[in-house]
């Protein structure tokens, strides 16, 4: 049963730390999407990278966010300083973009504290 | 721009119950829409989706939504409840065709389950 992996699942730290945050899609996906979820905004969209290449990070705040793909599996997200409004649930999620309507599955999340 | 309000934050209903969860959509073109299923500390599991053709669509655990054009609207429901659909349940809208990939998600509902 393939499933997306996140790590770590839980990451408590102090402000100003950097966190990364990992994810290996699902073998043979070809995109990958970074989510927060939050009580006050629900879920939002981070970042989508479709073949490795980043499409769009309009939801992902420049200054302190960035997300990578080094290789087809591992894409990551990472925060530096990070910020107690960083305080969230990330989770990534990966797809099959082959021209119609790809399902994207979820990993379990990274559940992130900044203190 | 899509957008999505599930009505009613909170849903319970007692075990056998049928199960209604109500989700209205806003979109300029038609739609993809989707359910998904959140259990506790997991990630976001697709129930079913709607793209084209029959109306009508079946998902796993039971569940089924109804998509109305003339309402926007995508119900998501289920004749008898069990008490392992305790779980928060989002609505999703995607624009229909090319390779549009964004998700907007609902705010979610809480079902709660009652013996």
């Known amino acids: 049963d393939a499933r997306v992996t996140q790590t770590p699942r839980h990451k408590v730290t102090e402000m100003g730390q950097e966190v990364t945050m990992r994810c290996q899609p699902i073998?043979?996906?070809?995109?990958v999407f970074w989510y927060r979820q939050t009580m006050m905004q629900g879920l939002e969209l981070l970042a989508y990278f479709r073949n490795r290449a980043p499409l769009d990070d309009s939801g992902m705040p420049k200054d302190r966010f960035s997300a990578e793909m080094p290789d087809a599996t591992l894409a990551t997200l990472k925060i530096q300083p990070s910020e107690p409004r960083d305080s969230a649930v990330y989770f990534c999620?990966?797809?099959?973009?082959?021209?119609?309507?790809?399902?994207?599955?979820f990993g379990p999340g990274t559940r992130l504290l900044v203190l | 721009a899509q957008s999505v309000t599930q009505l009613g934050s909170h849903v319970s209903v007692s075990e056998g119950a049928l199960v209604l969860l109500r989700c209205n959509y806003s979109?300029?073109?038609?739609?993809?829409l989707f359910w998904y299923v959140q259990y506790p500390n997991q990630g976001l599991q697709l129930l079913l989706k709607?793209?084209?053709?029959?109306?009508l669509v079946k998902g796993i655990n039971g569940f089924e939504a109804e998509f109305k054009k003339s309402e926007t609207s995508f119900h998501l429901t289920k004749p008898s409840a069990h008490m392992s659909d305790a779980a928060e349940y989002f609505c999703?809208?995607?624009?229909?065709?090319?390779?549009?990939?964004?998700?907007?998600f609902g705010k979610g509902t809480l079902l709660t389950v009652n013996p």
């Open positions: 979109s300029s073109v038609p739609p993809y």
């Open positions: 073998l043979g996906h070809n995109t």
């Open positions: 709607y793209t084209t053709g029959a109306t």
């Open positions: 999620a990966s797809g099959l973009e082959a021209g119609g309507p790809e399902t994207q599955y």
């Open positions: 999703a809208v995607r624009r229909g065709g090319g390779s549009n990939y964004k998700l907007t």
